[in-house]
């Protein structure tokens, strides 16, 4: 069965630091996304990482992909409040919609 | 470029009742997956559609159903509503080529009493 651990779950942090969330999954995968979500909002797509080695950035966020040790990091520099919010990776089974989630990284940035 | 689109956005159901959620995907896009997401489970898969046939499905009754239409849109059908069915339904579209990834609606809450 595969698992996507995500760690850690809840995250306080200042604003200005640098922070990192861990996305660990259990099976091989070329294809793993990150989404953001604002309480009681939907997803929003954040980065789609296809393959290994992949680094791609948006503002303060970094997103990284190394398939041999099925670990994505989601880097987040020099935070600010509107940061906050829930964080989830999702690994791509088969390519036909099986998106498998993370538990979700509950983000919070404090002035 | 519209996104997806869900309807309704907000739903309270009887136990025992019936509900049909729809979603209509991006133009162009052929695949609709279906996630139910709980407080308790988190995000699940429930299945994904392409031109009009389940290609997947995840671990769910079978008192949930759905289907896919020629022009793309889904539904999915709750018979028999229990209290634990109560969450936020999502749907995602998605492309190939260029437009691979997955854009999620904004979602139907549902709430049953």
């Known amino acids: 069965e595969l698992k996507v651990e995500q760690n850690p779950l809840f995250l306080s942090m200042q604003e200005g630091k640098n922070y990192t969330i861990y996305c660990n999954y259990s099976?091989?995968?070329?294809?793993l996304y990150w989404y953001r979500q604002d309480p009681g909002k939907s997803l929003e797509s954040l980065f789609v990482?296809?393959?290994?080695?992949a680094v791609k950035q948006e503002g303060r966020l970094m997103a990284s992909l190394d398939t041999k040790a099925r670990l994505s990091t989601l880097h987040i520099t020099a935070a600010v409040h509107d940061l906050s919010a829930t964080y989830f990776c999702?690994?791509?089974?088969?390519?036909?919609?099986?998106?498998?989630f993370g538990k979700g990284t509950k983000l919070s940035v404090k002035p | 470029k519209a996104g997806v689109t869900q309807t309704p956005r907000y739903l309270i159901k009887t136990r025992g009742q019936q509900v049909t959620l729809s979603c209509s995907p991006i133009?162009?896009?052929?695949?609709v997956s279906w996630y139910q997401q709980t407080p308790g489970q988190g995000l699940q898969f429930l299945f994904e559609?392409?031109?009009?046939?389940?290609?997947n499905k995840g671990n769910f009754p079978g008192r949930f159903s759905g289907r896919q239409f020629s022009n793309s849109r889904s539904e999915m059908n709750v018979s028999t509503l229990e209290l634990g069915d109560s969450a936020l339904y999502l749907c995602?579209?998605?492309?190939?080529?260029?437009?691979?990834?997955?854009?999620f609606g904004s979602g139907t809450r549902l709430t049953v009493v």
């Open positions: 133009s162009g896009h052929r695949s």
């Open positions: 559609y392409f031109s009009e046939t389940q290609r």
């Open positions: 099976t091989t995968s070329d294809r």
């Open positions: 995602a579209s998605s492309g190939t080529g260029a437009d691979y990834g997955y854009t």
């Open positions: 990482l296809l393959s290994n080695g």
């Open positions: 999702a690994v791509d089974l088969r390519s036909q919609g099986n998106l498998i």
